[in-house]
């Protein structure tokens, strides 16, 4: 069954930013209202993988790239069980998607799953405007009864801002679980959930890895639980600020030196464990395109990014903390943003992007290859000592 999503069947909706800009357009998805932070993304492609990423709770994503939905919606793509976006802003959505894997349009799944969207919207204006003014506080108000535009910014204003939130333990699972080695199994991992894309622990299974998912809130004692090879720290949503559990989980980590891998929110909780600090980030990265230089082999890769937030450590130098000597590895070179730590002296590394990304690309994958290989010579280690 092909729906109709052109615009003029659609009821009016209207966006509104917290500084008072204000964006007209139609209703895309769920009618209704929501609230949450407005950032872009400029991929081109992969927004079933953006939609369900558990980072974007409490975002209202918008869309550079102009045509949304071509493919549809398939029920092999997505990083997680539901949409975790608060809210989609598209400039023009497929009338009729069109791909093998199909199974319904993107319209009729951010319907039936309560996503309030946009459509119609001058997108590239609107990225310029957050671009030059920051992320901000948005509201999107859709029907055909909308309160006056002074009305829906007191509500805008109102809605919680994104830094101080601490949001990991609403995504993350509340139950552990395993996801297997796919083939011979040759290391246990222990993975803590703060908002884990499904990808993640499937290209660890990949490897040879048995993941065991826990919690958010997992204890010390239940990390060593498992007899982990090695301990991950996942991507997730909010300010990392505000994450002092599992900053106190990675610490413990540090000091026994068993192998420790983090990406994104992971990254920035190595950051703080280390003893540097975290800020919000003007507008942040988002979108698979980003260049970031290895600074260890120069090479530069194209890679995949979420993140608002970025680690505050020193570029130029090798900086001595608590766990020994720390190298920033990985750096933007569109901003020079620090995008990797890695330390001297103990087994543990972390990347603010996203090696696993599933819509790619896959330039990146080698870092779980390093992870593979630091638990590997522990292992050896161990064995000989
Ligand atoms: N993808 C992530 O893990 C994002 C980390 C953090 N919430 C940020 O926005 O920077």
Not at 54 to 64: D, E, K
């Amino acid at each position: 069954m092909t729906t109709s999503t052109r615009g003029a069947t659609k009821a009016p909706a209207v966006l509104v930013l917290e500084d008072g800009r204000v964006f007209r357009g139609r209703a895309y998805g769920a009618v209704g209202v929501t609230f949450g932070e407005a950032v872009f993304s400029t991929g081109m492609t992969g927004y079933q993988e953006t939609l369900t990423d558990p980072s974007y709770h409490r975002q209202v994503v918008v869309m550079t790239a102009p045509h949304v939905g071509n493919t549809g919606v398939n029920d092999e793509d997505p990083e997680s069980k539901r949409i975790w976006v608060a809210g989609y802003v598209v400039r023009d959505p497929a009338r009729v998607p069109s791909n093998w894997r199909s199974r319904r349009s993107l319209d009729e799944e951010l319907a039936e799953q309560g996503v309030v969207g946009i459509s119609g919207i001058d997108t590239r204006a609107l990225t310029r405007h957050l671009r030059e003014r920051g992320a901000m506080r948005v509201g999107i108000f859709s029907g055909n009864a909308l309160p006056d535009e002074g009305t829906m910014l007191t509500e805008v204003r109102q809605a919680p801002e994104m830094k101080g939130a601490d949001l990991s333990a609403e995504v993350a699972t509340q139950e552990p679980y395993v996801v297997p080695a796919i083939g011979e199994k040759k290391f246990t991992v222990a993975a803590v959930d703060l908002g884990i894309k499904g990808m993640t622990p499937h290209r660890m299974a990949e490897r040879g890895i048995e993941v065991h998912v826990l919690p958010a809130t997992a204890t010390v004692e239940d990390v060593y639980a498992v007899r982990p090879d090695g301990v991950f720290f996942s991507n997730g949503p909010g300010d990392p600020a505000t994450a002092d559990h599992p900053v106190s989980v990675m610490q413990a980590v540090l000091e026994r030196g068993t192998p420790l891998f983090g990406i994104c929110f992971g990254n920035q909780i190595l950051g703080r464990a280390l003893g540097f600090g975290t800020y919000k980030l003007k507008y942040g990265h988002r979108g698979i395109n980003q260049p970031v230089q290895d600074r260890t082999t120069g090479k530069v890769e194209v890679t995949a990014h979420n993140h608002g937030f970025a680690v505050d450590a020193p570029l130029d130098k090798v900086s001595e903390t608590p766990y020994g000597r720390v190298e920033v590895s990985h750096v933007c070179l569109n901003d020079n943003v620090v995008e990797g730590l890695r330390l001297l002296d103990r087994p543990a590394f972390s990347v603010q992007y996203h090696p696993e990304a599933a819509a790619g690309p896959h330039d990146a994958a080698y870092l779980f290859d390093r992870f593979t290989s630091l638990m590997n010579t522990v292992l050896m280690e161990g064995q000989r000592a």
